[in-house]
């Protein structure tokens, strides 16, 4: 997790510097935003996996609530503070400020303590691999889930956010 909240803090910080010099290109958006995607790729089911290693069992099902709950507001209010702060400033700043959250992000995961324990033996990641996806394969409805915002994402979300502030400053006027 810190190790992808860094990768993230990199990409982003890159963004900004690329943007803020005047040197960005669309190829070095795309690639960096491809970096950062992935890198949180890795961070967010990590972070699901660990939540029940911070709390006690029996808050589980409330931390589980109000860790949807903080999702959810955060993806309304998340965009639009974005927006709100990169018409008053350079978008470019408005991403370097975007990198050092996840400065803040890595700093708090390294000092988040859990009841983690190492396992007494290897068990192997095949295994692993074969017994999640017997898990995840056998739920109908995770995996059409997965599959459904997979295809929105590579469709719709990604062309908008790569391809939108192109259309905007070429066909609109600007942002």
């Not at 859990?114 to 192997?124: I, L, S, Y």
Request: net charge positive.
């Amino acid at each position: 997790m810190i190790s992808a909240d860094l990768v993230r803090l990199v990409s982003q910080g890159s963004m900004a510097v690329l943007l803020i010099s005047g040197v960005a290109q669309v190829w070095h958006l795309v690639i960096l935003q491809i970096v950062s995607g992935a890198a949180s790729a890795c961070y967010i089911p990590a972070v699901t996996g660990i939540q029940a290693e911070t709390v006690p069992g029996e808050r589980l099902r409330d931390a589980n609530a109000m860790r949807g709950m903080v999702i959810a507001v955060t993806g309304v209010l998340g965009p639009a503070l974005g927006g709100t702060l990169a018409t008053l400033i350079d978008p470019a700043y408005v991403l370097g400020l975007d990198a050092f959250t996840f400065a803040a992000s890595a700093l708090l995961v390294w000092r988040m303590r859990t009841g983690w324990k190492p396992a007494v033996g290897r068990r192997g990641v095949q295994r692993d691999l074969r017994e999640g996806w017997t898990h995840f394969s056998s739920r109908r409805w995770l995996w059409t889930v997965t599959a459904q915002s997979a295809v929105v994402r590579a469709f719709a979300i990604a062309p908008i956010a790569v391809l939108g502030p192109v259309i905007a400053e070429k066909f609109l006027d600007g942002p």
